[in-house]
């Protein structure tokens, strides 16, 4: 559930969140690139089962904002044995590797990790029992700042030699939090790496096939224009023309094109939220002409493998809403038929131009860990030692750290072209407002099941609108309470 703080931009001006260090990039002249490379960086993420990135981080971004509105207080974990202390990572076993940790411990012979798959469940009752892990995978969320669960980061990081201070990019502001809002104060986490999510791919084989013009690479079209194409694919006889990865959620794409048009979902002081808005109206409304039209999934008509990359990458689907994590399918070998023809085009708009990174994955450590120190270390490991070099050139995601950028390969055309196209897309990243008082879970299966009945005709989006109030206030109102 997110909605941009900032003050609204015209299109032709980019969001003071930009710094110089970008605007360097932008102009093709890092001083990180590698000669091999194009002279634009992209990123890359660990593959995880295929694709279920977008649903790790909302189970992250969920487990932070429910284990706070259960009242709990975090405790300490880690301890010493011989000189020796332990850590205690909860992390996704396939993104932190038995090699990770054997190599960690070999260069740091007095820290022993001892890991946890992540699990939501595991970290709630850890948290509730005040033993927490000392290093946790999430997603940086009001809730999880504002009942202070997360230590700061920013003494770390001003004595760090590895993680620097004007390394980290824009994105990384999604975990700072001055009490009130996201992307100022301090720093709560670091970001893993990450994706402007709106970002499309296309294959342009299905565009030409069908006698459509494909959706520009440099200029960002309309929700409304992007729907329309899908449209006539559709009519052309393309079986998929569009998917939004529905499944993973569809309340931060409403709330993009909310702000986009100058407008917010949730109050200033985020107890209450208003779907009546003409922006409001006009989002809700795109959700059921697009489930009407059926030019692509949605929770009426899921995809059997609950996510776009198969039916893309089969050739059936002309577009997916996947943002730049994407192309690390295209580099595989089932990817290699449509790689050739595929493209990156720029995050639809409403109006202003934001592109979010919806789910900012990365890491924290609970202000109950009695081994911050430690957990520290292994921060630093994670984010900028060889796992993050390891991730950079994989194929998925990018860095969130400048330095890494030069690792990100760029062989193929596809792959050139997504990373300039991401570095210009970054600089439309900005913190987007969220409350402390709901859960993505709750927000996202309200919002979901009332569009639905818009889709099977059986509400309008006024009527859609009014009783996702009337649900979701409450929610607020009860979350506030217990936050206190």
Request: glycine share 8%; hydrophobic share 40%; aromatic share 8%.
């Amino acid at each position: 559930m997110f909605i941009v703080e900032q003050q609204m931009r015209s299109n032709n001006e980019r969001p003071a969140f930009e710094s110089p260090r970008l605007a360097h990039m932008l102009d093709g002249s890092s001083k990180h690139q590698s000669e091999t490379q194009s002279d634009t960086p992209i990123g890359k993420r660990t593959p995880m089962s295929k694709h279920p990135r977008v649903r790790l981080a909302v189970g992250a971004f969920a487990l932070t904002s429910a284990v706070v509105l259960t009242g709990c207080t975090a405790g300490g974990a880690g301890g010493d044995a011989g000189g020796t202390t332990t850590v205690t990572v909860m992390y996704a076993v396939n993104e932190f590797t038995e090699d990770y940790i054997a190599d960690f411990e070999a260069d740091n012979p007095d820290i022993k990790i001892e890991f946890l798959e992540y699990d939501e469940n595991r970290l709630n009752a850890m948290l509730t029992a005040g033993d927490p892990p000392d290093f946790v995978r999430g997603s940086p969320s009001a809730n999880l700042f504002a009942r202070g669960l997360a230590a700061p980061l920013d003494d770390y990081i001003a004595k760090s030699k590895v993680i620097k201070e004007d390394d980290l990019l824009p994105v990384n502001d999604l975990w700072r939090w001055d009490g009130k809002k996201q992307g100022d104060g301090p720093r709560y986490g670091i970001v893993k790496d990450f994706s402007p999510d709106n970002t499309l791919w296309q294959n342009e084989a299905i565009y030409e096939a069908a006698g459509v013009e494909p959706l520009s690479t440099t200029e960002p079209a309309s929700w409304d224009d992007v729907l329309e194409t899908a449209k006539q694919l559709k009519a052309a006889g393309v079986e998929m023309p569009l998917g939004i990865e529905w499944q993973w959620g569809i309340a931060g794409i409403l709330n993009t094109m909310v702000q986009q048009q100058g407008g917010q979902v949730f109050s200033d002081d985020l107890t209450t939220i208003d779907l009546q808005s003409p922006e409001a109206q006009r989002a809700i409304q795109w959700f059921i002409d697009y489930g009407k039209a059926e030019v692509g999934p949605t929770s009426l008509n899921p995809l059997p493998d609950n996510q776009d990359a198969p039916s893309f990458l089969a050739g059936k689907m002309a577009t997916t809403k996947d943002g730049f994590w994407f192309g690390g399918n295209l580099a595989s070998e089932d990817g290699a038929a449509v790689a050739a023809t595929s493209s990156m085009a720029p995050a639809p708009t409403f109006g202003e131009r934001l592109s979010p990174a919806l789910g900012a994955v990365g890491a924290w450590i609970p202000v109950g860990s009695d081994a911050k120190d430690q957990a520290w270390k292994v921060m630093e490991y994670f984010m900028a030692g060889q796992p993050a070099i390891d991730r950079a050139s994989s194929g998925w995601g990018l860095p969130s750290l400048e330095s890494l950028w030069e690792n990100i390969p760029a062989d193929e055309p596809y792959q050139k072209q997504s990373i300039e196209l991401a570095k210009d897309e970054v600089n439309y990243i900005v913190p987007l407002q969220d409350s402390p008082y709901i859960t993505a879970t709750q927000w996202n299966g309200i919002l979901d099941r009332e569009i639905q009945a818009g889709i099977q005709g059986t509400k309008t989006a006024e009527e859609i609108a009014k009783a996702v109030e009337a649900e979701v206030d409450p929610l607020l109102a009860q979350g506030k309470d217990q936050l206190g």
